[in-house]
């Protein structure tokens, strides 16, 4: 599975940013898609994701402001992100894992620059 990340970038605080991501390969092994976040300085830890069956899952803190969607005919898992802060910083990695061995396979990571 080889998954494509686009749509980060540099925003004011307050601003949204959509990120996309696109798996191609053996996406018919995909079970579960989503995001991980890397801080600067800080471990890379999962803040949202979908499961096959479209039940989404958001971390605490971010819900109501970043919102997971999966399109399983495209392949594809997005998030959107809103009124977007200076904490939201970081390199936003796209996952996808699924199989026998429940693989989980990455997207190169796509920076996203909140400035307040």
């Known amino acids: 599975v080889q998954l494509q990340a686009s749509g980060g970038g540099s925003v004011q605080a307050g601003e949204s940013l959509r990120l996309s991501c696109v798996a191609s390969?053996?996406?018919?092994?995909?079970?579960?898609m989503g995001w991980y976040r890397q801080p600067p300085g800080m471990q890379r830890k999962l803040i949202a994701r979908?499961?096959?069956?479209?039940?989404?899952y958001v971390e605490d803190s971010l819900k109501g402001r970043f919102t997971i969607s999966r399109d399983n005919a495209k392949s594809t898992v997005d998030l959107q992100m809103n009124n977007l802060e200076s904490d939201d910083t970081g390199v936003y990695y796209c996952?996808?894992?699924?199989?026998?061995?429940?693989?989980?396979?990455w997207g190169k990571g796509t920076q996203v620059t909140v400035s307040s």
């Open positions: 979908v499961g096959s069956d479209g039940v989404p």
């Open positions: 390969g053996s996406v018919s092994l995909i079970n579960v």
């Open positions: 996952f996808a894992q699924g199989g026998l061995a429940l693989a989980r396979h």
